[in-house]
Nanobody
Framework: VQLQASGGGLVQAGGSLRLSCVAS????????VAWFRQAPGKERAFVAV????????NYADSVKGRFTISRDNAKNAVYLQMNSLKPEDTAVYYC????????????????WGQGTLVTVSS
């Protein structure tokens, strides 16, 4: 499956963005989908994950209460709504698909999107 992430941009602290991850080549519905992010000079880190039906989600502690992951299998898409953004949220955000349940490590992903840059100014 091919993943295309989009929706990044420049936003002021306290603002919001919605990232999209759209699949092509194969239906996304059988896959768990996660968002990871990588800030300059840091390792790629888990952000959020959603199960294939959308009934289960999990979030990194740093984004709980601010970010919401959702999916629309009819549109072959997963979204990450990011509210109350902070400068420390600045990173390249990647979506990833996996056949495993509720992944939290990048090594567990089977497919990756190309990344979309989110920059939060103070």
């Amino acid at each position: 499956v091919q993943l295309q992430a989009s929706g990044g941009g420049l936003v002021q602290a306290g603002g919001s963005l919605r990232l999209s991850c759209v699949a092509s080549g194969r239906t996304l519905s059988p896959y768990t989908v996660a968002w990871f992010r990588q800030a300059p000079g840091k390792e790629r880190a888990f952000v959020a994950v959603i199960s294939w039906r959308g009934g289960n989600t999990n979030y990194a502690d740093s984004v709980k209460g601010r970010f919401t992951i959702s999916r629309d299998n009819a549109k072959n898409a997963v979204y990450l709504q990011m509210n109350s953004l902070k400068p420390e949220d600045t990173a390249v955000y990647y979506c990833a698909a996996s056949t495993q349940l509720l992944i939290s490590r990048s090594s567990m992903a089977d497919y990756w999107g190309q990344g979309t840059l989110v920059t939060v100014s103070s």
